[in-house]
């Protein structure tokens, strides 16, 4: 879902310089470009929702790092993830501590090179498709309940649970069973997150002022 806050100021920079205004346990979402990211766009959205936003969910780690579940979880330095990445926003919790952060962002860290649950995503496409197919709006967890394994993340997973395992959350369901879309959700009409980084389908990189929206 599209954000329902009102739009920030912001000023643009270069993937050179979004790290310093990034910190740890930041969450980011991508819009991607692919069939697959524009399928699981179309059967993440529910009944009557406007088009879905986001197909992946990743993480600022503690070292200037994006940390994300790929063919395994992996690391990549944010500049470089930056420019790669053909859409993005990046979303933050201000009023947690920096210790926290910290925490959270070690959490998700310790998953680096574990692979990814490919099992999974088909889990979470499969109860997608019957939430389309029952079209009610209310999200299916048949699939989902079958595969609650952590030891073979995705990229929802990671960052939910990271959150999760320090009493934060990062969608109104669980993060077994939550899929960005429903982060994103989550997120985007919360009153104590904000969109601090985006960068727009022309290449522009926007960073966002804190204190508004």
């Known amino acids: 879902m599209m954000t329902t806050k009102p739009p920030l ?41 406007p088009p879905t936003y986001t197909n992946h969910t990743l993480g600022i780690g503690n070292g200037h790092n994006v940390v994300q579940a790929l063919a395994k979880v992996s ?11 053909p859409e993005f926003e990046i979303w933050r919790k201000p009023n947690m501590e920096q210790l926290q952060r910290f925490h959270i962002a070690d959490t998700a860290e310790a998953h680096i090179g574990q692979v990814y649950g490919s099992l999974k995503i088909v889990a979470h496409l499969g109860d997608a498709f019957l939430t389309w197919v029952k079209g009610s709006g209310k999200s299916v967890r048949f699939f989902r309940r079958l595969c609650l394994m952590r030891d073979y993340p995705i990229c929802s997973w990671l960052w939910g649970w990271a959150y999760s395992a320090h009493g934060e959350r990062l969608s109104e369901i669980g993060p077994r069973y939550a899929c960005p879309d429903d982060q994103h959700d989550y997120v985007s009409a919360s009153p104590e997150w904000v969109k601090v980084a985006a960068k727009y389908a022309n290449g522009d990189i926007a960073i966002y002022t804190l204190g508004e929206g």
């Open 75 to 85: 690391e990549m330095p944010i500049e470089k993830w930056a420019a790669k990445v």
């Open 9 to 49: 100021p912001r000023t643009f920079t270069s993937p050179s310089k979004l790290e310093t205004y990034l910190l740890p346990a930041d969450v980011g979402f991508t819009r991607g470009t692919s069939t697959v990211s524009k399928l699981i766009r179309f059967f993440t959205r529910a009944k009557g929702e």
